[in-house]
Structures are given as structure tokens and as C-alpha cells.
């Protein structure tokens, strides 16, 4: 996938990884519901591999990330200084914010999740259609996106989430296939 270098390329990124994403779910055997993941045995780098242990957690991940983008963004623009990632997480340490994520749902269904990161995706479309080229990929543009752009930000949480999330269900369905 290649970065995003305008609004068009990345309202094409965010739709065409959607799409993507969800065509594999759809196509998976036995359904969403049916996915458990297995990755012991595997030498896979991150702790997200042994973290998320069914499609439910995977949804879950997406859109507290969405959520983060779009709460830290509405913060912002209302004048309210506030950190992407929230207190006591940092940079070196978001591993147990995500963790904490999965963590808190529990008690959520996959429906449920599913229905929440369905939401959470269309608010990032809105949020990235809200803004001009300009605010979106010229770099320290807004004080509080640092030293970056707020295009990088809206690619993280998206396109390149629903990348990682069609590589782990890309994985547990070759897992899967290996051990039958």
C-alpha cells in the first residue's frame, strides 16, 4: 500500500483498505464468529499476536484507535490541549494501552464490535472530508500534531490498521489451513 500523499489518495486508502478488510472477514469459512486465534508455536514479532485472541478483540483494537483519532482531533479543535495517546500512556509503553483495550471488552460481542468500528469508520471519513489538503498534509500545520502532519495520525488509525488487521486474519487462516 502505498502512503497517501493528498486527501483524494487518502480517502481512496481509508475506503479501499475498508473494503478489503471486509471482503477477507466475509470470506472467511465458518464466518467471523468462527475465528480464534492460534499463533502459539509462531515466531511472530509483537505482542499483538498472542494479545487478541478472536475477531471481536481485532474489531475492538480498530476502533479505540479510531476513537483516540477522533476524540484527540475534537479536542483539539475546540481548544482543549490534549496528547493523542492519553495519560499514562506514551510512545514507549502504548502496547498495555492496547492491551487495556481488549481488556475492557470483554463483555462486548463480536456484533457489537463489529457495529462500533462500522460507526467509528464513517466518523473517520467525516473527519477526513472536514479538513483541506492543506491542514491535512502540510507538516506542523496544527501546533498539537507536533512535528508531523494530521495525515499521518488519520493514516495510522485507519488504512494502515486495516492493514495489520487483514495480516493477522491472513495468518490465523493460514495457521489454520496448516493444522488441517
Known sequence: MARATSKAELLTAADQQWVRLW????????GAASVEFDFDGLTLPGAHWSRDKNMRDV???????????LDWVESNRAGIDRSFLPAPYTW??????????????????????????RASHADLIALIES????????????????????ASYCISAGPSHYDWAMKKIKQHLKSRHSKS
Not at 60 to 69: E, N
Not at 135 to 149: M, P, V, Y
Open 59 to 69: 474489531m475492538v483494537h480498530l476502533q479505540a484507535w479510531h476513537r483516540l483519532l
Open 92 to 117: 514507549k509503553n502504548y502496547g498495555l494501552m492496547n492491551q487495556q483495550f481488549v481488556e475492557d471488552a470483554q463483555e462486548t460481542t463480536l456484533d457489537q464490535a463489529q457495529a462500533l468500528v
Open 131 to 150: 479538513f483541506s489538503q492543506e491542514e491535512l498534509f502540510e507538516k506542523k500545520h496544527f501546533s498539537w500534531t507536533g512535528t508531523t502532519n494530521l
Open 23 to 30: 471482503t477477507l472477514i466475509d470470506s472467511i469459512p465458518g
